[in-house]
């Protein structure tokens, strides 16, 4: 069974930077893809980014393109979120998800397993 664990959100000024990780354990996970979701108050989960994780191929949301970075250490079986010059708006709970796919699809219903979510708040 995979189990997806979150970590590294907390409050941070508009500007600032804050590096989610997501440990992944329970598979091989050499054919999933990777992604990064978000929700706030009131509004639909929405994606953020994703990573084949055996090609490393990448994907993000126009919103946060050229200001996050998604990518993985094999090694520690995690997925990082580097998040830079983040505004208010990016304000929300941030989720991990894997998709048994090798290919990127992006959808939240192609991801099987969820981490239980870590807050990101950006204050003005």
């Known amino acids: 069974q995979v189990q997806l664990v979150e970590s590294g959100g907390g409050l941070v000024q508009a500007g600032g930077s804050l590096r989610l990780s997501c440990a992944a354990s329970g598979r091989t996970f050499s054919s999933y893809a990777m992604g990064w979701f978000r929700q706030a108050p009131g509004k639909e989960r929405e994606f953020v980014a994703a990573?084949?994780?055996?090609?490393?191929?990448?994907y993000y949301a126009d919103s946060v393109k050229g200001r996050f970075t998604i990518s993985t250490d094999n090694a520690k079986n995690t997925v990082y979120l580097q998040m830079n010059s983040l505004k208010p708006e990016d304000t929300a709970v941030y989720y991990c998800?894997?998709?048994?796919?090798?290919?990127?699809?992006?959808?939240?219903?192609?991801?099987?397993?969820w981490g239980q979510g870590t807050q990101v708040t950006v204050s003005s």
């Open positions: 990573i084949s994780w055996s090609g490393g191929s990448t």
């Open positions: 998800a894997a998709d048994p796919s090798t290919v990127v699809r992006g959808r939240p219903i192609d991801f099987e397993s």
